[in-house]
């Protein structure tokens, strides 16, 4: 009997162990813990975690029939509202949406729903269980671009209405910034990710590779010349952001992004890939969100030694308290309210150290966070030979600066309303992070959901007008 205060514990590989390969760090729930831990939600009748998770997955409905051994029920149920719940379950940050606002909260740990959300869709893939398609198409065409989680959703959720959709993605390989940005061990490609695409197919929506929207084909072109009725944007931010310190353009200075990349896509952590990494001794990672810690995790895997340089304290940390808490089980070093003032090199330009200068909070600024403050005369160096920079990014400008009429916001966002993901340019709606800069896979899948609403309304009145 679950002890109804306390999580059912999940398994996971021993830190010293998984701190030397790339295999998936949590093992996850068997059937046996999942239908346990389902025991430990009350079915409330006004669900609260409902109204926390950005896609509106019926949490209550999923748990009961998990509870009662009915999984294929418990998949057909998330699969209504999320066309990636292998995905979600492994990296949504549920602290601050579903479990956040689980009533098993207030006295004791929140329901483990994410774990649970995963055990199913593992379970769903493994029984080759696939969500239900439309019985009739309607006949209209809709582009997507993008293949990461606002186009994979929206595209999903468009099939689902009987829509004709065509994702294009400009990489060689489907699935967007969850096969790029996040590393094997928190999220596997093959068996997770290539699966949930598959499943998206599944429905009907067929995907072209290598075709680089606003260079392959624009979207003007698309919808003047290709019989495309509406296009969303999902094409995400690849642009990595940099601190524009001395010494950032020395040799051994990356941007996660690229870091990232080269081993999540272009596998440059196996021995029978050619891809070149920088192998560095003594690693830092400037940031703390969660491509930060993929980062310092990955070069961790690598071989080196790895630091976390953030200029906020452990409160005020964005990655998710679970990445913190591998990051720091596996020996990566936080050197927390300490910022980067210089990169030092030697003379061939190859990085040697980095310098920093203690911080202290003050008051909060405009994003609710204290504001760091730098200590006078508190410089101190770090001797490293690679520096990662995991700032943020924002999107790539070639569609919106080959778009006529659409419009973007100072920070090369393109602009579009929450509700319905419309942009300046009828019959063009975008979401994700090519709107809001870089986010969470959840929100973007929120904004995927969106955009999928007001296309098919778009289209409807369009239709009904004549």
């Not at 606002?101 to 029984?127: N, Q, T, Y």
């Not at 941007?255 to 920088?278: G, H, Q, V, W």
């Not at 602009?415 to 975008?430: H, L, M, N, P, R």
Request: charged residues 25%; negative net charge.
């Amino acid at each position: 009997m679950a002890d109804v205060l306390r999580k059912v514990p999940v398994r996971e590989q021993d830190p010293k162990v998984r701190a030397a390969n790339f295999e998936e760090v949590c093992l996850g729930y068997d059937e046996e813990e999942a239908r346990e831990e389902a025991t430990r939600c009350i079915n409330c009748k006004n669900a609260k975690c409902i109204a926390g998770c950005p896609v509106s997955i019926n949490i209550p409905a999923f748990i009961k029939e998990t509870k009662e051994g009915n999984i294929e029920k418990a998949y057909q149920i998330i699969s209504e509202s999320s066309a990636l719940p292998a995905v979600c379950g492994r990296v949504c940050p549920q602290e601050s949406q579903c479990e956040g606002r689980c009533i098993r909260g207030i006295k004791g740990e929140p329901v483990s729903i994410g774990k649970l959300e995963r055990f199913v869709a593992d379970w769903a893939r493994e029984h080759n269980i696939k969500p239900t398609p439309a019985t009739e198409k309607n006949g209209h065409k809709v582009a997507v671009i993008g293949s990461g989680p606002a186009g994979l959703t929206c595209a999903g959720d468009l099939a689902k209405l009987g829509y004709d959709v065509t994702i294009f993605e400009a990489l060689h390989k489907e699935g967007g910034v969850l096969v790029y940005g996040i590393p094997e061990f928190r999220l596997p490609k093959e068996k997770v990710v290539a699966a949930e695409v598959e499943n998206v197919k599944s429905l009907g929506v067929k995907i072209e590779t290598n075709v680089i929207i606003g260079k392959s084909v624009t979207i003007d072109e698309l919808m003047q010349e290709e019989g495309f009725e509406a296009v969303f944007i999902g094409s995400g931010a690849g642009l990595p952001m940099f601190m524009g310190i001395p010494g950032e353009q020395a040799n051994g200075v990356f941007s996660a992004n690229e870091y990232l990349t080269r081993n999540n896509l272009m596998k440059a952590f196996r021995s029978d890939y050619d891809t070149p990494i920088a192998m560095g001794k003594k690693v830092a990672v400037v940031g703390g969100g969660n491509v930060a810690m993929d980062a310092a995790r990955t070069a961790l895997r690598l071989g080196a030694e790895v630091h976390i340089i953030y200029r906020r304290s452990e409160a005020e940390l964005p990655a998710r308290v679970e990445e913190v808490h591998h990051a720091k089980e596996e020996g990566v070093i936080f050197d927390l309210l300490s910022n980067p003032v210089e990169i030092l090199t030697d003379d061939k330009d190859w990085v040697t150290g980095i310098r920093c200068i203690r911080m202290e909070l003050g008051e909060p600024d405009a994003s609710g966070r204290r504001r760091p403050v730098e200590v006078p005369g508190s410089e101190f160096e770090i001797e490293v030979d690679t520096v990662i920079m995991s700032l943020g990014t924002s999107p790539n400008p070639l569609i919106s600066s080959t778009t006529i009429g659409l419009d973007i916001n100072r920070r090369k966002c393109i602009i579009a309303d929450e509700e319905y993901g419309q942009t300046s340019k009828e019959g063009v709606f975008a979401g994700g992070d090519a709107v809001t800069g870089a986010a969470t896979v959840i929100l973007a899948m929120g904004a995927g959901k969106a955009g999928a609403k007001g296309i098919h309304k778009f289209l409807s009145e369009k239709y009904k007008r004549g």
